[in-house]
């Protein structure tokens, strides 16, 4: 099974001013799709993996192993540009189950976006920073380091921001809260529910 780069879901020039044209170019054309072409070429003569989905190959391929690497940032950067939207519709959260959940959770939006900054802040190097549903269905923020992902662990993601210094060099320079501030007021929304009623 030969693994593709999936359009993105809008325009490259979409989600300016929060990444500019340049930069999502870069992202996607150059390292989204570097990870696809990788994950074809590791799989090459492996017959162990070569029909396994993403999430298997993810939770089956040796931690840290060409295989897991590139499937994992192949499937996360899949899941970033869909966690981002031009048009981010904070009154759909509002209506929705997860909302409350939200705020029983964390004490409100504002709180849970505020931990999921000082997480992102605290991740050291590269990395993703991830809400998720965990087995007892409860909420949870947290980060993983370089291509590690939260599926192994049988975690259910909701929403993911990359924190690789790729993600966020060309329009903020070293600013990596300012890039988080960004992330926030495009969060599909939509998209983060339909994650958290679907698992
Ligand atoms: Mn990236």
Same mark, same amino acid.
């Given at each position: ?11 490259? $020039? ?10 999502? $170019? ?33 939770s089956?391929?040796p ?19 869909q ?20 705020n029983? $959770? ?23 920073v ?13 980060? $993983? @380091?370089?291509?590690? @992902? ?50």
């Open positions: 099974m030969k693994h593709t780069l999936p359009k993105l879901p809008y325009l490259k $020039t979409a989600l300016q001013p929060f990444l500019s044209e340049e930069a999502v $170019t870069v992202h996607y054309e150059k390292h989204h799709r570097t990870y696809v072409d990788k994950l074809n070429k590791a799989l090459e003569g492996e017959q162990k993996y070569k029909d396994l989905s993403l999430e298997e190959l993810i089956q391929a931690l840290n192993g060409g295989i897991f690497n590139a499937a994992s940032q192949t499937w996360n950067h899949t899941f970033f540009w966690s981002v939207s031009p048009n981010s519709e904070y009154h759909v959260l509002e209506k929705s189950a997860l909302y409350k959940q939200i029983d $959770t964390f004490g409100s939006c504002e709180k849970m976006l505020d931990k999921f900054k000082e997480t992102a802040l605290s991740q050291f190097g590269s990395g993703w991830w809400l998720f549903k965990n087995k007892t269905n409860a909420l949870d923020i947290c980060s $993983t @380091s370089n291509a590690e @992902s939260i599926i192994r662990d049988n975690k259910q993601p909701l929403l993911i921001c990359d924190v690789w210094e790729h993600a966020y060099y060309i329009d903020y320079q070293n600013d990596r809260a300012g890039y988080l501030d960004a992330f926030f007021d495009h969060i599909d929304w939509q998209f983060v529910e339909n994650n958290y009623n679907a698992s």
